[in-house]
């Protein structure tokens, strides 16, 4: 049965905090993630390697020591409880003998190390979505829908305790939408594409979840919001287009919790505080220890209302001290000690604020994630129920906080920033509320040979 969230679930800014959640979620182990504390969320896959037949039992291996490796030292750190995140590489996919063999593995290590440390532990499943293999995609049938449903059901049949997805819905046009930075098609794919293959796709998740006593987490915008992060990062887009982009993801996440997600989120859905806002679930974020994936301007914001903290994901490569996985197991439970200790002191809240206040004043895309902005926005995006329209009233609502927070001079802006601002604030004004009246609009100025309309419900 489809949610619809129509309010928010905190009505105090004081009580949207790190660590708790109005819908806290226990894990087969007993961890209670949202239940008061935050738990590290380790995320980890092969060195640059060829995937197959022949050195398929090598990457099984090395999958084996890293998992022996983080839960040991987690151990050694005593850990109140570890969040493991399986990435597949796309050929754990493609092969789905493969991805379930190392899932197996995983499951394994963590029910060794619960007999052998009392270690409590659980794992997030995540196949890679390979839709986007075919050109123009097929999004709803075929060899790689079927794989990676494999891939889920049978992960999850075996002991998995979530499910998750960076799905791709969409990023055939959002792609080049961000090149061009163009606000209009970065809408209608996130829109009207992207919400539209998260209902499809996550109908099926939530299904294959409750089939086999697994929860269904929740989905990430990383092809979408975190693409733009990274290509504002490198000068090639403006920063305040892809702090609008950030925001207008929302909607599209929103999807998979209206299908029947509960949480934790996606770890590199930066859209995790307004998900948790508009449905009191437990999100998981990352930030400064994510550093080894990618650089970003929103290192300690992004903890200020997080649940679980990742790494996103570091290879399996030799540092000074010890294997990389490793080294991020010791520095996200030391981030979590950190946090935990000032909820025990009384501190939740200032130390939120400070986490806060260290990155909100210095990038348009870290001042989108203040609780605050957070809540506000939030609150007028559940005035609907139109994804579509979410999406539209979600950019249009983030150009408007930052035009003020920059005109205040409470946020550090480029002198063209104004000037993208206003662009995009006058190509929204030009969207109409109707998602098939844009569709309609959209048809003359799309490359329509590059995505398949049947495949996302339209003609």
Known sequence: MVKKFNQLAYSNLDDFVYGSCPNPVTTKSGMIIGGGQ?????????PGMDVNDTTIKKAYTIYSNIIEGVLKRASELYAPGVLVEFETVPDFTENPKYGIEVNRIILNAMKEANEKYGLKSAI???????????????????????????????????????????STGGKEIHD????????????????????????????????????????????SACGFANTAMVLAEKGFIPHVFAAVIRVAAVPRALVAFEQGCVGPSK?????????????????????????????????????????????????????????????????????CRLMNAATNKGQQILFRDLLVDSDASLDVQAYVLRPDV????????????????????????????????????IVKSDRRDMKWLDKMEKAIDTIPDDAGEFYEQMKSELDMTKFIPSEYGLK
């Open 38 to 46: 935050v738990f590290p969320e380790i995320n980890f896959t092969l």
């Open 124 to 166: 997030r499943t995540t196949p890679n979505d390979l839709r986007e293999f075919s050109r123009p995609p097929i999004m709803r049938s075929g060899k790689y829908l079927d794989t990676m449903l494999e891939v889920f059901e049978k992960c999850a049949k075996d002991g998995s305790d979530f499910i998750s997805i960076e």
């Open 176 to 219: 080049g939408a961000l090149v061009k930075a163009d606000i209009r098609t970065a809408i209608f794919a996130l829109g009207i594409l992207g919400c539209n293959d998260m209902e499809f796709l996550w109908k099926n998740l939530v299904d294959i979840a409750e089939a086999n006593n697994c929860f269904p987490a929740g989905d």
């Open 374 to 409: 957070v809540m506000r926005i939030s609150a007028e995006l559940v005035k609907t129920q139109d994804n579509f329209l979410r999406t539209k009233i979600a950019a249009k609502l983030t150009v408007q906080e930052l035009k003020k927070a920059i005109n205040e001079g």
């Open 267 to 335: 770890d590199c859905a930066y859209e995790g505080p307004f998900l948790k806002a508009i449905t009191g679930c437990p999100i998981s974020m990352e930030g400064k220890t994510a550093a080894g994936a990618h650089l970003s301007p929103v290192g300690n914001i992004a903890a200020a209302v997080a649940d679980t903290w990742s790494n996103e994901s570091i290879q399996q490569v030799k540092l000074l001290s010890e294997m990389a996985p490793v080294v991020a197991m010791e520095q996200l439970i030391y981030d």
